[in-house]
């Protein structure tokens, strides 16, 4: 039997497929260090564990509204007034089984087929995939990793045509970590109103920022741009809640209501306990996700000396997520690779350790590695990695 087109020309999803990769060599029993998982490694904070639990015993386990239970949204309400200054009804707002899955159902609500999205690259790899399945086109607009992978108003503006409907700004980014400052996001946001372009702003990574320089919204900018831009947001980086499945997104109330209806005839609604859960997240204090963030920003200093004391290693220094983002071409190519990708392969085979190749997002001189793991397995991977490029360039 014949599959349908839509699915035919998706690409599977790099970094599941490194993860299940090295899950499988540690099955075999080999000492695999994995740096490819998007997802914290701390666990759920015990007070969200809690909550859920206590939904089990009162019996909220039912059916819930398709976008989201009341108080939930309430909750989304009041922490997008407390952390970026905005100010949304329940009727703007639509909770959904994962960030990922907002984002598909919007994507699906707004696109025809062959209308445009732009997506800066380095892109998350589910990005274009999403606009395809919604027979939508994904325009790549390639960052410059001299400007530290962020678009420009100029090259935006150069990849617009008459079918152009939306572009995504994700701050900080996956996979590279780089943020948006309020100008540069006011620049882009100026091009945006010039050609009437719906802004999609992935802020799944807005509370693990690691400098001085705060998250900024696009739609805090002006009453403008709050109404063109879509929020998408949610619980599992921000909470250690990734296998939760809890996301939301913040916008015009007739796009709101139209994933709402579209989520009725797919998933019903986001699991039950799961929003319980998302409550507690939301109306309880921060300590835990500021104890993770010190953790991560500990990390990421360490990691990032360790990988270019390596030859040939060129990283920038990322504001946020958990990701860095190194190019590693030079030093692939003086290993005697012809790219990074088999590069990447014989790393995992000899020295077991996993990164993600670059080219899953659209950016193949590259690599992905997660420090959502300790210290003491980042250091042991960093040397892994420094042995193996000093063993082929002897």
Request: glycine share 6%; with cysteine.
């Amino acid at each position: 039997m014949e599959l349908a087109k839509r699915v035919q020309s998706l690409t599977p999803s790099s970094t599941l497929a490194i993860t299940a990769k090295a899950k499988a060599l540690k099955a075999e029993g080999h000492d695999v260090i994995g740096l490819g998982a998007g997802e914290p490694d701390f666990n759920t904070p015990e007070y969200i564990l809690d909550a859920a639990k206590r939904a089990m015993d009162e019996g909220l386990t039912k059916y819930t509204p398709a976008g989201g239970i009341p108080e939930l949204k309430n909750a989304i309400v009041t922490k997008l007034n407390r952390d970026q200054e905005l100010t949304y009804t329940n009727e703007q707002i639509i909770v959904t089984t994962g960030a990922k899955h907002a984002l598909f159902t919007l994507f699906q609500v707004l696109l025809n087929k062959d209308d445009e999205v732009i997506v800066p690259a380095p892109y998350w790899v589910s990005y274009p995939e999403q606009i395809k399945l919604a027979e939508g086109k994904p325009v790549i607009v390639q960052a410059e990793e001299a400007n530290r992978f962020k678009v420009t108003p100029e090259q935006l503006e150069s990849a617009i045509t008459e079918k152009t409907k939306a572009v995504i700004i994700n701050s900080p980014s996956n996979p590279t970590g780089m943020m948006y400052s309020k100008e540069e996001l006011a620049a882009i946001g100026e091009v945006c109103e010039k050609h009437d372009l719906l802004i999609i702003s992935d802020e799944i990574y807005e509370k693990l920022i690691y400098t001085d320089e705060p998250h900024v919204s696009i739609a805090q900018l002006s009453d403008r741009l709050y109404d063109r831009t879509v929020i998408i947001n949610g619980v599992s980086k921000s909470h250690s809640m990734t296998g939760w499945r809890i996301g939301f997104a913040a916008g015009h109330k007739d796009i709101i209501k139209a994933m709402s209806n579209m989520a009725s005839h797919s998933t019903s609604n986001p699991t039950s306990i799961a929003q319980y859960a998302a409550l507690a997240a939301y109306t309880g204090d921060e300590k835990a996700v500021e104890e993770m963030r010190k953790a991560f920003s500990e990390r990421l200093d360490a990691l990032h000396g360790w990988l270019t004391s390596i030859p040939g290693v060129e990283c920038e220094k990322p504001s946020g997520a958990f990701y860095l983002f190194p190019n590693v071409m030079n030093t692939a190519k003086a290993c005697g690779f012809e790219d990074v990708d088999s590069w990447v392969k014989a790393l995992l085979d000899e020295e077991k350790v996993a990164l993600v190749p670059g080219s899953g997002f659209g950016s193949p001189e590259n690599v992905r590695l997660s420090y959502a793991t300790s210290l003491e397995q980042l250091e042991e991977a960093a040397s892994r990695i420094k042995q193996f490029v000093l063993k082929y360039q002897s």
